[in-house]
């Protein structure tokens, strides 16, 4: 079971970044996924997450409007579209899923580093 996070960056402040999250040996369809992302010295924040049945989507308030988060079933994998970069998103963004019902979340992507300037 794993979770491969590609397509971090450096753009400047304005642009927009697409990360993927490609899983093998799970179904995202049963599993909640979430974007967390941690900058230098903070802690990691929960940035974005969908539910397993794809009809729950949540953003953190500081990227409504200008991050969306989607899946494709077909490819096994989900997406966090970002644009109207801000210096602020910098950081290393990892995906996460966790079986429905299960607990925490225990399978987690290796991270890609977003690198925002401005």
């Known amino acids: 079971v794993q979770l491969q996070a590609s397509g971090g960056g450096s753009v400047q402040a304005g642009g927009s970044l697409r990360l993927s999250c490609a899983a093998s040996?799970?179904?995202?369809?049963?599993?909640?996924t979430r974007w967390f992302r941690q900058a230098q010295g903070k802690e990691r924040e929960l940035v974005a997450s969908?539910?397993?049945?794809?009809?729950?989507?949540w953003y953190t308030e500081s990227v409504k409007g200008r991050f969306t988060l989607s899946r494709d079933s077909a490819k096994n994998s989900v997406y966090l579209q970002m644009n109207s970069l801000k210096p602020e998103d910098t950081g290393v963004y990892y995906c996460?899923?966790?079986?429905?019902?299960?607990?925490?979340?225990?399978?987690w992507g290796q991270g890609t580093l977003v690198t925002v300037s401005s």
């Open positions: 040996g799970l179904t995202f369809g049963y599993y909640d």
């Open positions: 969908i539910n397993r049945d794809g009809r729950r989507i």
């Open positions: 996460a899923a966790k079986l429905a019902g299960a607990d925490d979340y225990s399978v």
